[in-house]
């Protein structure tokens, strides 16, 4: 099977957390389904040009995080999610983020206009 990652060099992102994050978003969307087998570590590493160590790391963050089951001489593969779970954990790690940017913006003076305008202007550069 052949996933699409793209892959940007200039980013600040870690290459291997730039592989994780889009396979994790295409378990999320449904591209790859429950059971789907994904390329081998190497096949993946040679695809993609980066070494073994970065998809190694990239499969077994994705292994830890309850995405994918690695099965020995066999590969690995897609694990059926809990979505409510994974979209509970996701809401408190967005929680704690913004509460962490609301601290912050009190530190350097803002009012939380200010903040609900910042959200939107980034809201906006994202969502292009």
Request: hydrophobic letters at 40%; a negative charge; charged letters at 25%.
């Amino acid at each position: 099977m052949t996933m699409r990652i793209v892959l940007s060099y200039q980013s600040s992102i870690p290459i291997y957390e730039q592989i994780k994050e889009q396979i994790k978003a295409s378990i999320l969307s449904g591209e790859l389904a429950e059971g789907m087998q994904l390329p081998s570590i190497r096949q993946l590493a040679r695809d993609l040009k980066v070494s073994v160590i970065t998809t190694t790391r990239a499969y077994s963050d994705l292994e830890l995080e309850g995405f994918l089951q690695t099965v020995p001489g066999k590969g690995s593969y897609v694990k059926g999610i809990d979505s409510d779970l994974v979209k509970a954990k996701y809401l408190n790690e967005t929680k704690d983020v913004l509460a962490s940017a609301i601290k912050l913006g009190k530190m350097a003076g803002l009012t939380l206009e200010d903040l609900h305008k910042l959200l939107d202007e980034l809201e906006a550069t994202h969502s292009e």
